[in-house]
């Protein structure tokens, strides 16, 4: 039998429907016809004739009926009898349509666009091709702190020959100073060994990149420069003309040789130059081999590194130096990782409060439609054909919050990613919605639209319901009913869980926000200064002081301080080895300040004893220091720290690296103890910390610190105004103020975590009440006839009332006490995870009440319906 | 004598279908009554199944319809008979022969 012809007579029947019906007919009518005339020649009359045709045919429909099963039922021409229908009954009951389709919707579209987020920070966020291979090393030294391994070229090039690695990028990158259509400004710019473009695989998006095979002979390359994307719009409007143009970096100008695509922001840098030769450390990146693991890889830096070199700051000689090396994505989404796991977590429990009010809706419906049902069976449908159905109906509920919920992950994604504290990752990373996970929630929504639909349908299409028992099927309503409360007691405890969560997120960030600083960073602007003109350390000594006076005189300046450039708090800004004579050898670690001697007061720092040094000894490099109260407490826990003398490592180096003749002395005597105050992000503990005057290390830039006594921005142009007048070629450039440091550094991540965990929670929330809701109304409606009889023979209202509200409130608060439990499981693990705890009496508390009163509403509306009907009307009514 | 009943005549009803189109190509009522004719007024076909019988025969590509207009002047859908449906009758005849020898012996033994 010919396939083709099989398939063509199928299609035919689905798509020519009408020319096939009038076909099965004319030839019927014909039959009948003829039958007629020949028993006409028989000798019956016509009308007889005509009767006894018809007879001995059997029936035209049925006849039809047959003829039509011979093909086999045409499952398309059926599913689309079955969707329309499903539209059709969908509409009519728009409320619980819309329940249905925005809980699904809501649960897909949040699950979606977390799991894309996390996946695309701890996947693969890079645009760099092998990002996986690529690592950052980094090395602990006796105290144990792993920090990042600086090497110079020469060590590079050593560490090349390792057999478990592939490449080495050397790198470094600094503010430079250009001068831009005649106005001097500073411009970000990453020098790059030229094998950096060739290891990070990215192409240019105009013109070429710089690149060379070794990277020691990048003094031959000439200066050249490759823009930013962004650089390139802004500053050039995105012309193309720009290859061949020249861009000016400090001394040297650049020409102009490419632009890189949108994606590539490495280092976040405005443009790209050739790696100046030298022997300074420099920041640096490796790439495995393909075949290498981790752990290979790292033993065999170890046994280098200690053969080689021990690049450990201040001091010579080998140390038992410990390597380890991270991949990139590690590095940068480690610290979200916990939170972002946990919010993962967190979608998921809302997707399962979204199914389940999907099931809880459907089967609602299917007890609502057990009468139409048994029609159906009565009139002769098939079990198999109900079956599909029913189903049909909850797939086109589950598609429809399928593509709901695709719009909503789109969207969110962009919400989650804007809301992402800026700084938390790198801005090269490349999030966007997987199209694996919009997928995979899809085909979740279909199950659970299946699932939901499924039992309902199964107990519906099986009971043999006669006409008569029709509506009072008590195996069905009764197994339902157990469902309802079974799907109300998951919801509940979900809930509770995401609560507890938002409870716990929102605490935290109340006691971050409200944790002593020890500072004051209100109204604190902070600018950058490279210093263009000073040279040699008592020029430059004298030329910040101008600056600092020009400064001051600007009105609206309460006070102005210099740092060193280096983090302000609450990030530690340098570490340095001291020796404290008496009290311990040169292995202990504090941290260090070059400050001048307003920044106290600038920042409002209290002094605990001595005093802070002077104009003088600060204009002359003098060798004094203050020390933080911790520091005083934990080396002088009996004596006087003022007036002892120690010995600080960082001295005897220069900013840039290089070392300071042996005579400079490295011993500052202290003068004064000032409070503590936050250096070491905001939740750890204070670090000891030493705060010398910012010229005994020749600076070639510093912060400029200005306490403004209303809002920072306005005194922007005037105080440029006034540092122009000192030197005219000095740029001045605004930088984030004392309190956008601490949001970034601390305070942003807890807010995104306490806002989308809230979030969360409001939304399972809404989505629970909506259950609740559902579930008594159904009860309610199922045993209305019963309400009513017990009302007509006298039961009060209120006692009707009393008997729902308790029967729903009991399973709410069955599913309290599960999510209570649940959380007292969980708190551990989570614990250990992020630093946040769950079970906390002061941040359940309110949540707890908070559900129960949503649940009190939720069920007392439909209870209160159920007491004030009119018993009489419904006992006449025969529904 | 009774006419045969519906049921014993379903399973050969094919066959029947089959010899009467091998004379030629027919509509649904000729075939009833060339059935009539060459059973010598004995076998009545039950016009109930005959539609859908003539429907699976084609279905299964024994036959094939071409709407036609007959001699009377009127349109109607000839069935014919196609190589497969020769094949398939001849098989049927074989079959049925072996079928009435076996009952045949049945009946005649002891």
């Known amino acids: ?879 | 004598m009774t006419k045969p009943t519906a049921d014993l005549l379903q399973g050969s009803l094919d066959l029947l279908i089959l010899k009467a189109l091998t004379l030629g190509p027919l509509h649904g009522w000729g075939v009833s009554k060339r059935i009539r004719q060459m059973s010598r007024e004995v076998l009545e076909v039950n016009q109930g199944s005959l539609y859908p019988a003539l429907h699976r025969l084609e279905d299964r590509g024994y036959v094939t319809s071409e709407w036609k207009t007959s001699e009377e002047g009127r349109s109607a859908k000839f069935y014919r008979l196609t190589r497969l449906g020769r094949k398939q009758f001849a098989d049927e005849q074989e079959r049925w022969k072996l079928f009435a020898a076996a009952v045949g012996h049945t009946l005649r033994a002891g």
């Open chain 1, 1 to 879: 039998m010919n396939i083709l012809t099989w398939l063509k007579r199928r299609l035919r029947r689905l798509f020519r429907r009408d020319a096939v019906e009038s076909d099965l007919s004319d030839e019927i009518c014909l039959h009948l016809d003829l039958e007629a005339e020949d028993l006409v020649r028989q000798g019956l009359t016509r009308e007889a004739a005509r009767r006894e045709a018809r007879m001995r045919l059997g029936g035209v429909d049925k006849t039809k009926e047959d003829c039509r099963d011979v093909y086999g039922p045409v499952w398309l021409g059926q599913l689309w009898q079955d969707l329309r229908y499903a539209f059709v009954t969908l509409m009519r009951n728009r409320g619980y349509a819309t329940g249905a389709i925005v809980s699904l919707g809501l649960g897909i579209g949040a699950a979606t666009a977390v799991f894309s987020a996390v996946e695309g920070l701890v996947l693969n966020p890079y645009p760099y091709s092998d990002a996986h291979r690529i690592v950052v090393m980094s090395q602990a030294d006796g105290a144990g702190a792993f920090r990042r391994t600086f090497l110079t070229s020469a060590q590079a090039g050593l560490l090349t020959q390792a057999a478990s690695i592939d490449a080495v990028i050397l790198w470094d990158d600094s503010w430079m100073w250009t001068k831009n259509e005649g106005v001097p400004d500073m411009i970000h710019a990453g020098k790059l060994s030229p094998n950096v473009f060739q290891l990070l695989g990215v192409p240019p998006l105009v013109g070429r990149t710089f690149a060379g095979d070794s990277w020691t002979s990048t003094s031959d390359l000439a200066p050249v420069a490759v823009l930013s994307y962004h650089y390139w719009r802004t500053r050039y409007a995105g012309s193309a003309k720009v290859i061949g143009q020249t861009v000016q970096l400090a001394d040297r100008q650049h020409t102009i040789i490419g632009v890189m695509p949108e994606r590539f922001r490495f280092l976040d840098a405005d443009v790209y130059i050739p790696l100046s030769s030298g022997n300074d450390p420099r920041w640096t990146l490796l790439r495995l081999r393909p075949s290498v693991s981790r752990a290979a890889a790292t033993a065999e830096l170890q046994a280098f590194v200690q053969q080689e070199f021990d690049p450990a700051e201040g001091r010579g000689g080998r140390r038992d130096v410990r390597v380890s090396l991270t991949t990139l994505r590690d590095d940068e989404a480690g610290n979200l990782r916990g939170m972002l796991g946990i919010l993962l977590g967190a979608v998921t429990l809302l997707l399962v409060i979204g199914c389940a009010n999907v099931s809880i809706l459907l089967v609602g419906r299917g007890i609502h439609r057990r009468y139409e049902l048994a029609v159906r069976r009565a009139v002769g449908a098939s079990q198999g054909r109900i079956l599909r159905q029913l189903l049909t109906e909850s797939l086109v509920v589950a598609m429809a919050g399928g593509v709901v919920g695709v719009v909503i992950a789109y969207a969110l994604l962009v919400v989650i990613i804007a809301l992402i504290p800026p700084g938390v990752i790198a801005r090269d990373m490349d999030i966007a919605i997987d199209v694996r996970v919009l997928v995979f929630a899809f085909i979740v929504a279909v199950l659970a639209g299946i699932a939901a639909g499924l039992s309902p349908a199964l107990a519906l299409s099986r009971s043999m319901l006669s006409a008569g028992a029709g509506h009072r099927s008590q195996v069905v309503t009764r197994g339902s009913a157990r469902t309802h409360r079974l799907l109300m007691l998951v919801q509940c405890s979900a809930t509770v869980v995401l609560l507890a969560a938002a409870g716990a997120a929102l605490r935290t960030l109340v006691v971050l926000t409200t944790a002593p600083l020890g500072y004051d960073p209100q109204n604190v602007a902070v600018f950058g200064l490279t210093f263009q003109g000073p040279d040699g350390p008592q020029e430059t000594a004298a030329y910040a002081e101008r600056i600092k006076s020009a400064a001051v005189s600007v009105p609206g300046v309460e006070s102005v301080a210099l740092t060193g450039p280096a983090p302000t708090p609450p990030v530690e800004p340098r570490r340095s080895l001291i020796e404290i004579p008496g009290v311990s050898d040169d292995d202990q670690e504090v941290v260090t300040a070059e400050v001048s001697r307003e920044y106290f007061s600038t920042i409002r720092v209290p002094i605990r004893a001595g005093r802070i040094w002077t104009d003088t000894e600060d204009r002359r490099a003098a060798h004094v220091g203050v020390i933080n109260d911790t520091m005083a407490r934990r080396y002088w826990p009996n004596g006087n720290p003022i007036g002892q003398r120690v010995r600080l490592a960082v001295l005897g180096n220069n900013w840039d690296g290089s070392t300071k003749s042996p005579a400079n002395d490295q011993w500052i005597e202290i003068v004064g103890v000032i409070g503590d105050v936050r250096n070491d992000g905001l939740r750890k503990p204070v670090l000891p910390e030493v705060y010398v005057p910012y010229s005994l290390r020749s600076l070639g830039a510093v912060l400029l610190l200005v306490r403004t006594s209303g809002a920072p921005g306005r005194i922007i142009d005037e105080l440029k105004r006034k540092v122009a007048e000192v030197n005219a070629q000095q740029p001045l450039m605004a930088s984030s103020s004392l309190e956008e440091r601490l949001w970034e550094n601390g305070w942003a991540r807890q807010q995104f975590a306490a806002s989308l965990f809230s979030a969360c929670a409001a939304l399972a929330l809404a989505l629970a009440a909506v259950g609740m809701y559902s579930v008594v109304t159904c009860a309610v409606s199922l045993h209305m006839r019963e309400f009513a009889l017990r009302m007509a023979l006298g039961a009060s209202s209120a006692r009707i009332l009393r008997g729902i509200f308790t029967s729903a409130m009991m399973t709410i608060a069955l599913g309290m006490g599960c999510g209570l439990t649940l959380v007292a499981v969980l708190d551990r693990p989570i614990a250990a995870w992020t630093e946040s705890s769950l079970w906390n009496p002061v941040s359940l508390t309110p949540s707890m009440i908070a559900l129960a009163a949503v649940g009190c509403f939720a069920v007392l509306i439909p209870a209160w319906r159920a007491a004030t009907l009119d018993p009489m009307r419904i006992l006449r009514t025969d529904e």
